[in-house]
Every structure is written in structure tokens, then in C-alpha cells.
């Protein structure tokens, strides 16, 4: 998969812009708070809807402005096609995909795969569970269209029930309407709960065999999937915890509140990791993600690297930049000697200066 070209109006601190990537390594360089980070962002939320950053859409529209353009041109299996989206700041916002408007923005989950790769995915494994909860949603939206329509019947039902348990006091003749809601929760919830199992189990292979070659054979790290509740146990436990469920108004059992585990030579790293390997476990991960999403799609995705390159030792810079191939890449760094002192092939090289983007001479 290769996004051609994309265009911005009024996007974050551009006014104006129109870029052609090359279809394998693009470099973005330039000083802090010029606008690089704004260039993956724009290009990622043409593709998901959302930003890696904010949730709001407001967010994205240049301040002085009521209205922001992304126009994105991708090429997938050989088909060249276009995704224009219109931000705005009081609305929701309007796409159109190869000119045809869509009603829903989920139904563009699937076209286009990322992987972004962030310092803050530190996050993913240092943080609360919902960060983790995040990351397997997200991954498992973009792969898998039934899972989008369960997930998100699923947090409807739970926002449902926990409504209804803050109006049972009042109204216990709503008791009825709870045995209705447990039995959909335990139906939507069951679904996700067999998918994380098996995307833990097949990502966990990978990871476990990237992080070893990542930490020189140091390390073994195993990614484990934590159910709050198993599926034969959680109708059980569901009607089991019912009147706690009441006492405190919310609803304690289900993938809700699941959680996943990396243990690195036995050390859970959630909490014992020390930054470095915090570090090199969500390399591990995002590498792994390539590869998982190229065995189930069977396409490349767009590999977004934002700032990375700084915050590893040059092994592991290294590392990633041999494994990454094949596929198109958009990195964003602060100065090019990173590339030079690895010899690393450069396709094409932006230079971003306050929201404007210069191709330099001699590449
Ligand atoms: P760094 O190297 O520090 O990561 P960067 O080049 O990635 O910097 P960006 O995160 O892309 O920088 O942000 C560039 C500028 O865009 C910032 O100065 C920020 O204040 C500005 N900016 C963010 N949102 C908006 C907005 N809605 N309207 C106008 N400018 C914005
Ligand atoms: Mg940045």
C-alpha cells in the first residue's frame, strides 16, 4: 500500500500544502515546532478519522479558521484511489471516498493500514490497562470490520447498563431490562474476547521472536492476553457480581476492563521495565504489528515513525532501519546524520519550516 500525495487547507499550521511522496522512505527534517509531527497526523487521520494525539477534531483546524481540507491519494493493490475529508469545527466531520460521501467514518477502517510509531507508545506498555485496551482496539479495528461492529456494540450496551444501574434505586421494576442487557453484553463481549485471545497469541509469536533479535538474544519478552473474565465464566460472574454492580452503579465484569502483560526474562516491565526496555519492547511491538499486518492482509502498511530514531542506541537504529524495507515510510527527525552515519537510502528528503515544506538540493 503507498499514499501518493496529499493535500492540506488550513490543517493545524498549514495553509496551504501539496506533497508527492516517494513510495519507499521519506524523510521529514527540520527544528522543533515546525510542523513534521502535523504531517504524519494529517495523513493518518485521512486514513482513520482520528488523530494519534487528540480526539478532537477542533484541535486540527488552524486556529484562526472554522474549516480544515485533507485530501489523501493512495495506491492499493495496483487501484489508485482518493479520500477527502472536511473538518469542521462546530460539526461533525464530512468524508467522501473516491468522491462517494460515507455515512459513517468507521466504514474507513481497513483502507489504508498504519503503523505509528510515537515516542509516547512508551505508553502502551508503561501505563494504566486502558492504553493497552487502546492499542489491541485500534489494531484490531483497522484488521478486522466484525470486530469494529462488536466493539462498538459492546461500549454501547455497557454505557446502557451502567445508566440503568444509576436508575434501578428508583425504578426496580427495571430489573427486567438488566437480564436483557447482560445477555447482549455477554454475547458482543464473548466475540471480543475469543479475537483479542487469538491477535495476542499471533502477535505474541512475533513479538517474541523480533525482541530477541532486537536485544542481541538478550532478552525474551512474552506478550500475554489477561482477560478480566473468561468466556465460559462470564455470564456466571456477570450475574454473580450483580449486586455490587448495583451498590457501586457500574459495571465491574467483562473486556472492558481486560489488560495485557509483557514480561521480559520474567520481569513483568508493566511496572519492573526500565525505560530502555520499555522502549525496546514497543519497537518489538510496532515491528511486529508490520509483520502481523502484512500476514494478514497481504499488503505492506504505511509505516509512520515520528521522532524515534533520537531516542534509540544505534543498535537498535540499526535494527529498524534494515527491517524496514519494502515498505513505505514517512520519518520525521530533527537533522539527517542519523541517515548519513548509517548509510541508510534516503528516497526523499522534506525540509519543514514553519508550516512550509522546501525539498533541498542534493538529494
Ligand atoms: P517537534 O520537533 O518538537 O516534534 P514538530 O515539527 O513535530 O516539532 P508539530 O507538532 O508538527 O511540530 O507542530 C508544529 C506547530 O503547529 C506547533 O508550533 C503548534 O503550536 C502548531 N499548531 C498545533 N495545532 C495548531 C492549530 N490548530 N492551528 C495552528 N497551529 C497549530
Ligand atoms: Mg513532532
Do not use: W
Amino acid at each position: 500500500m503507498v499514499i501518493k500525495s496529499i493535500s492540506l487547507q488550513n490543517y493545524r499550521n498549514y495553509r496551504t500544502l501539496s506533497l508527492d511522496f516517494d513510495p519507499d522512505t521519506n524523510i521529514f527534517y527540520g527544528d522543533n515546532a515546525q510542523g513534521k509531527t502535523n504531517i504524519l497526523e494529517a495523513v493518518y487521520v485521512s486514513g482513520t478519522s482520528r488523530s494519534h494525539r487528540s480526539s478532537k477534531d477542533r484541535e486540527l483546524i488552524c486556529f484562526s479558521e472554522e474549516e480544515a481540507h485533507i485530501c489523501t491519494v493512495f495506491e492499493k493493490k495496483g487501484i489508485l484511489h482518493k479520500i477527502d475529508m472536511h473538518l469542521r469545527k462546530n460539526k461533525t466531520k464530512g468524508i467522501a471516498i473516491d468522491g462517494v460521501p460515507i455515512r459513517k467514518a468507521s466504514e474507513l477502517f481497513g483502507l489504508i493500514h498504519f503503523v505509528f510509531f510515537s515516542p509516547e507508545d512508551l505508553s502502551i506498555i508503561k501505563n494504566g490497562p486502558a492504553e493497552r485496551r487502546h492499542f489491541l482496539d485500534s489494531e484490531l479495528c483497522q484488521l478486522d470490520k466484525v470486530y469494529l461492529y462488536q466493539l462498538s456494540n459492546y461500549n454501547k450496551v455497557v454505557l446502557q447498563r451502567n445508566k440503568l444501574l444509576k436508575e434501578l434505586y428508583l425504578h426496580p421494576d427495571y430489573r427486567e431490562v438488566l437480564d436483557v442487557l447482560d445477555m447482549q453484553l455477554v454475547q458482543y463481549g464473548s466475540a471480543l474476547i475469543q479475537r483479542r485471545q487469538t491477535f495476542a497469541e499471533e502477535l505474541g509469536e512475533i513479538v517474541h521472536r523480533i525482541h530477541s533479535q532486537l536485544s542481541g538474544g538478550q532478552e525474551e519478552m512474552e506478550l500475554k492476553y489477561e482477560p478480566n473474565v473468561t468466556v465460559d465464566a462470564f455470564a456466571q460472574m456477570l450475574f454473580a457480581n450483580r449486586e455490587r454492580d448495583m451498590r457501586l452503579k457500574t459495571t465491574a465484569t467483562g473486556p472492558h476492563r481486560d489488560d495485557i502483560s509483557f514480561v521480559v526474562n520474567g520481569v513483568d516491565i508493566r511496572k519492573f521495565g526500565s525505560q530502555g526496555q520499555q522502549r525496546t519492547a514497543a519497537l518489538s511491538l510496532k515491528l511486529s504489528e508490520i509483520e502481523l499486518v502484512k500476514r494478514l492482509i497481504g499488503d505492506t502498511p504505511v509505516l509512520l515513525l515520528d521522532d524515534v530514531l533520537s531516542e534509540l542506541d544505534s543498535g537498535r537504529q540499526n535494527y529498524l532501519l534494515n527491517s524496514i524495507e519494502n515498505i513505505q515510510t514517512l520519518i520525521t527527525c530533527t537533522g539527517l546524520d542519523d541517515f548519513v552515519s548509517h548509510q541508510f537510502e534516503i528516497n526523499k528528503v522534506f525540509q519543514v519550516v514553519k508550516g512550509h515544506v522546501y525539498m533541498p538540493k542534493g538529494f
